[in-house]
């Protein structure tokens, strides 16, 4: 079986400073893997690059999505084909309603799919009822996309993507950055209820709590832009206990 | 630039061009004193050049080289070519007055239909109209000394004066569309517009081409009173053919108590100016005004406005916006002035520019001429190219890089569009940005 996602010897350059020095991670359909380290390990350069943020740089490695060279593809044939980058900081598009947005972006993955666009009932059926699984009103869907939400709204309407779009690799950065503890519970429980034999997702993230309620399969360390340890979930309680130290100095 | 080298031969030229209009310029006596007064005045600056302070981005020496000569008098042909034309602009929600090659074709208007309280009549008939002692004064300006104006003075053919009584609310917006259906001629238009005391409406000026009419000019000017506790939603869409020039002029004066509400699209024209003189007259009143310039290939657009605080307690704002693809150049020039007796004068005005392309040129010149002590003023400006995070972010999740872009446009665009009141008008003028970019392919 190939894997879903197959990062190999990844080495990747922002300007002339190496950030990653060849990474190797393997992701199977199904699996929840968590991804952490220490500010400036490299984590959400990793998820940037998979999801085809411009200005980095990849100097070695490859990444295969499905069997596919993804670096080969810009980002919305990547998200078209499964690729769902949820943001640290989603961003603020004043001036395009969320409705708008959404409908915009699912039948644009269509199209590039080759299917045909949602008529706009079934369209507004499918987004009604995620939205009351997330609680998030309808009134906030019409203003502008992200314009004047909290941080736990943003994180909220992160999740509402994911669960519209369907995508077959989540890539969760920071998902718990800024959010208190019934903000973050809110937001584990819409990820969790898209878990699913045909879906992966990477929870990368500082902190073990929101691991907590996100609970991985696997999980890996990383640090100075390399994976350094990989577990199971007791490996996110032992760095809770030992911290991040041993393994900065295992990389140096 | 040798400026002694090319008067003469443009003086030559507008002599003739002058001497050709006479016989299609309606009135004599005093209206054709004041006409001959102005053409003077126009021969003597010439058109505007880069060392005329207030056109010093705008050198139409350079952009236009001449005054191309009167529209002749539309025929059936054209009356038929035009009536396509307005039909083929699809905003039915309107009172309509059509100007076809600088001449009012009341058969083309709505002129059986008006609201009751609207009085209209053809510039033409007021300015042949003997008896009316004060006909000449359509023709003069006090506000501004300026070439152009007095270019549009000298040869104005047509136009319509519209008269809308005192305390009425207009259920219909009030259009004078411009069509042109000649090429390489100029249309020379002016229109007078008098909103009656704690009246409120809606006036929406087109200006669009026949098919096939190209390198034309357009030469306009508007002037506009609010009476006191009016309330007038003035829309402007300015979409002439993409090789056409227009130059065109707004002069407005706010009564006591009134609003202004003003949204200019250009949308066309190759060489295009819009100049507007709005002037406070009254206390207590408030002018909101949006601008949009959406500009590609080498277009050069102006929008140019003075609004001049010349009493206490008036609150102004301005919104200019452009987006600017190839070479295109748009220019954006404000002045407020405060009179030293404008207290409390609350004036504010922003630039935005976005470009996208490198070589995209836009100049902003704001000027702020304050001589009361007692004031809030500002300006600002902003341009840029769009932002990198907000279109990887849609792109990740999947659109392509062009609708991508597309969609931050229309929004940026959209929040000045926004400002107009009238919700046909406004999805008239999302349409119209979406043509723009739908362009952009």
């Given at each position: 079986m190939t894997a879903l996602l197959e990062v190999k010897g990844l080495k990747v350059q922002v300007e002339d400073n190496e950030i990653l020095h060849g990474l190797d991670l393997t992701v199977n359909q199904g699996e929840v893997h968590a991804i952490m380290g220490p500010n400036g390990s490299g984590k959400s350069t990793l998820s940037h690059v998979i999801a085809g943020k411009?200005?980095?740089?990849?100097?070695a490695g490859e990444i295969l999505f499905k069997g596919e060279d993804?670096?080969?593809?810009?980002p919305d044939e990547r998200a078209a084909k499964g690729v769902f980058l949820a943001f640290q900081y989603p961003v603020e598009i004043p001036g395009v309603t969320t409705m708008n947005f959404l409908r915009t972006a699912l039948n644009a993955q269509r199209k590039a799919r080759g299917e045909a666009e949602l008529l706009v009932p079934d369209f507004l059926k499918k987004v009604r009822s995620v939205a009351d699984s997330l609680n998030i009103p309808m009134d906030m869907l019409k203003?502008?996309?992200?314009?004047?939400?909290?941080g736990g709204e943003k994180k909220r309407n992160e999740i509402l993507q994911m669960a519209l779009f369907q995508p077959s690799l989540c890539i969760l950065d920071?998902?718990?950055?800024?959010?208190d503890i019934d903000a973050l519970r809110v937001a584990a429980d819409g990820v969790n209820v898209l878990r699913s034999k045909d879906r992966a997702m990477v929870v990368i993230t500082?902190?073990?709590?929101l691991l907590n309620y996100i609970v991985p399969d696997f999980v890996h360390v990383m640090s100075k832009g390399r994976v350094v340890k990989s577990g199971g979930k007791e490996l996110a309680l032992e760095l809770e206990e030992s911290g991040y130290a041993q393994f900065e100095d295992k990389a140096a | 630039m040798n400026v002694a080298l090319v008067k003469p031969t443009t003086d030559h030229a507008l002599g003739e061009l002058f001497a050709a209009a006479q016989s299609r310029l309606p009135g004599s006596g005093t209206v054709a004193e004041v006409r001959q007064i102005a053409f003077d005045d126009f021969v003597r600056r010439g058109l505007p050049h880069r060392r005329i302070e207030e056109w010093k981005y705008t050198d139409l020496r350079a952009l236009l080289r001449e005054v191309a000569p009167l529209a002749p008098a539309p025929d059936q042909a054209a009356f038929a070519r035009a009536a396509k034309a307005v039909k083929s602009l699809?905003?039915?929600?309107t009172q309509k007055l059509v100007l076809v090659d600088g001449v009012f074709a009341p058969q083309l208007s709505d002129v059986t239909a008006l609201e009751a309280g609207v009085h209209v009549r053809a510039l033409r008939e007021v300015l042949e109209?003997?008896?009316?002692?004060?006909?000449?004064?359509?023709?003069?300006?006090?506000v501004a000394s300026d070439a152009m104006i007095s270019l549009n003075a000298a040869l104005a053919t047509d136009g319509v004066v519209i008269d809308v009584a005192e305390g009425i609310a207009l259920a219909k917006p009030v259009h004078i569309v411009h069509v042109a259906t000649n090429s390489s001629t100029s249309l020379v238009t002016r229109s007078l517009l008098k909103v009656g005391k704690g009246a409120h409406m809606t006036f929406v000026e087109s200006f669009v081409a026949a098919e096939?009419?190209?390198?034309y000019q357009t030469h306009d000017s508007v002037v506009i009173w609010i009476g006191d506790g009016a309330e007038l939603q003035h829309v402007r869409l300015m979409e002439d053919a993409l090789d056409a020039a227009n130059i065109s002029t707004g002069i407005v004066t706010i009564g006591a108590k009134a609003k202004l509400n003003t949204f200019n699209l250009?949308?066309?024209?190759n060489v295009s100016r819009y100049q507007g003189f709005i002037t406070f007259?009254?206390?207590g009143s408030e002018l909101t005004t949006n601008g949009v310039n959406l500009l590609g290939a080498r277009r050069h657009g102006d929008t140019t406005l003075v609004v001049d605080?010349?009493?206490?307690h008036c609150t102004s704002r301005e919104v200019f916006r452009s987006v600017l693809d190839d070479r295109a150049h748009s220019v954006f020039q404000g002045r407020i002035i405060v009179r030293p007796?404008?207290?409390k004068t609350d004036g504010k005005m922003m630039t935005r520019a976005l470009l996208l392309s490198d070589e995209a040129e836009a100049d902003n010149k704001p000027e702020l001429e304050i001589f009361a002590d007692d004031v809030t003023c500002g300006h600002g400006a902003t341009a840029g190219a769009l932002d990198e995070s907000l279109l990887f972010y849609l792109r990740a999740r999947g659109l392509p890089e062009n609708e991508a872009q597309a969609l931050l446009i229309a929004a940026f665009v959209g929040e000045a569009i926004?400002?107009?009141?009238?919700d046909n008008l406004r999805d008239f003028a999302v349409a119209a940005a979406e043509r723009w970019l739908a362009t952009r392919g």
């Open positions: 411009p200005g980095y740089d990849v100097t993804v670096l080969e593809m810009a203003r502008g996309v992200n314009v004047g939400f909290s920071e998902m718990d950055s800024g959010l500082h902190y073990q709590r | 699809g905003i039915d929600s109209d003997n008896d009316n002692k004060v006909r000449a004064d359509l023709l003069k300006t006090s096939g009419a190209e390198s250009t949308n066309g024209g007259a009254g206390e605080h010349a009493v206490p007796d404008a207290q926004e400002s107009i009141v009238d």
